[in-house]
C-alpha cells in the first residue's frame, strides 16, 4: 500500500544540518498524520516530530525544541524534517511515518505504532 522513502541522511559535524525527505507513493499523504522517529542502537524507537493531517498541529521531543522543524509538502507528496544545530546526541537511524489521522501528533509521536514505516536513513554526527 502506502511506500515511504527517506532521504537526506549521512555524516554531519556537530552544529550542522540536515534536510531529511520522505517521498510517499502508492498513496497520499494528505488523510495521515505524519511522524519522524529515530532509533539509536540499544534503544528504543521513539517520536521526535510529529505534524497533524491538515497540518493545523505539530509535536515535538523535548531535547529536539528548537532545532528539528517538520513540514509537509501535499502537492509534493513529502514530508520534510529540518535538522539545525545536530549533537552527537542525534545520531539514529531517522524513519518517517505515517499514522491514523484521528488521534494527534503528540499521541503519533508517543505511542510510535504508526500504519506505515518507511525502511530509515542513517543520521550520524561527529567530529
Known amino acids: 500500500q502506502l511506500q515511504l522513502v527517506e532521504s537526506g541522511g549521512g555524516l554531519v559535524q556537530p552544529g550542522g544540518s540536515l534536510r531529511l525527505s520522505c517521498a510517499a507513493s502508492?498513496?497520499?499523504?494528505?488523510?495521515?498524520?505524519i511522524g519522524w522517529f529515530r532509533q539509536a542502537p540499544g534503544e528504543e524507537r521513539k517520536g521526535v516530530a510529529c505534524i497533524s493531517w491538515n497540518d493545523d498541529n505539530t509535536w515535538y521531543l523535548d531535547s529536539v525544541k528548537g532545532r528539528f522543524t517538520i513540514s509537509r509538502d501535499n502537492a509534493k507528496n513529502t514530508v520534510y524534517l529540518q535538522i539545525d544545530s545536530l549533537k552527537p546526541e542525534d545520531t539514529a537511524v531517522y524513519y518517517c511515518?505515517?499514522?491514523?489521522?484521528?488521534?494527534?501528533?503528540?499521541?503519533?509521536?508517543?505511542?510510535?505504532?504508526?500504519?506505515?514505516w518507511g525502511q530509515g536513513t542513517q543520521v550520524t554526527v561527529s567530529s
Open positions: 511515518a505515517a499514522d491514523t489521522p484521528l488521534t494527534t501528533p503528540h499521541v503519533t509521536c508517543v505511542l510510535a505504532t504508526p500504519l506505515h
Open positions: 502508492k498513496d497520499t499523504l494528505d488523510h495521515y498524520n
